[in-house]
Structures are given as C-alpha cells and as structure tokens.
C-alpha cells in the first residue's frame, strides 16, 4: 500500500522560509513522478514543482528561483525548500506520486490518478 506522508507546513511572515518534507512508502515502481502540489481555498488544485525518477525538475512559473525540490537516493523521501515565501504561497500543500502521463506540474496537477498524501498547510503573512 502506496502511503504519502506530509510534514513541514506552518505560519511563517512573508519572506520567510520552510522546508516541507513527504515521506513515501510502499511504492510499486521507482520510477514514478513524485511532486507537490498545492490548494488555496476557493481554488483549483495548483501544481508546484515536480520531479523525475532521473531527477530532471518541473517548477511552475510562480515558484521558479524560490522553491527547490529534492528527493533521496532511495525516493523514500521527498522535500521542497521554499524561501521568500509571499502570502500568495498560503496553501494547503500536497505531496503526490504516480500520476499517468508526462513528469509535470501542468500534468498533475489536473490528474485524478497517482497517489495523494493528506496534506500540510502553510500561511504565509504579509
């Protein structure tokens, strides 16, 4: 059984940092997509940065030179490193793996497939 675990989120003043991290267990092939993703109230489902079995990355605009995202050896675990965060950033942030078709946040961020964690929240203040 495929678990997704989340941890990190906070309240943190704008241009602050966090680092979230996802713990992965029970993967049935190594070499699915893995990224995070993240939802405001009131919005759709965003993606924010995705990355390959390869370690080829996929940020979206809105992220890009502020949020880092990496992954261990074993994909066991996954983390993002956001800095400068602004309150635009306020979301609940998911941790995903797995979804059908190409390693991107544009994908993913649309599928209904892959594995979901139950997501950490973070508020960023002006």
């Known amino acids: 059984q495929v678990q997704l675990m989340e941890s990190g989120g906070d309240s943190v003043q704008s241009g602050g940092s966090l680092r979230l991290s996802c713990a992965a267990s029970?993967?049935?092939?190594?070499?699915?997509?893995m990224g995070w993703f993240r939802q405001a109230p009131g919005k759709e489902r965003e993606g924010v940065a995705a990355i390959a079995s390869d370690g080829t990355t996929n940020y979206a605009d809105s992220v890009k030179g502020r949020f880092t995202i990496s992954q261990n050896n074993a994909r066991t675990t996954l983390d993002l490193q956001m800095n400068n965060l602004q309150p635009g950033d306020t979301a609940m942030y998911y941790c995903a793996a797995g979804w059908p078709g190409p390693c991107t946040v544009a994908v993913g961020e649309k599928s209904d497939g892959g594995y979901w964690g139950q997501g950490t929240q973070v508020t960023v203040s002006s």
């Open positions: 029970g993967y049935p092939y190594a070499s699915y997509c």
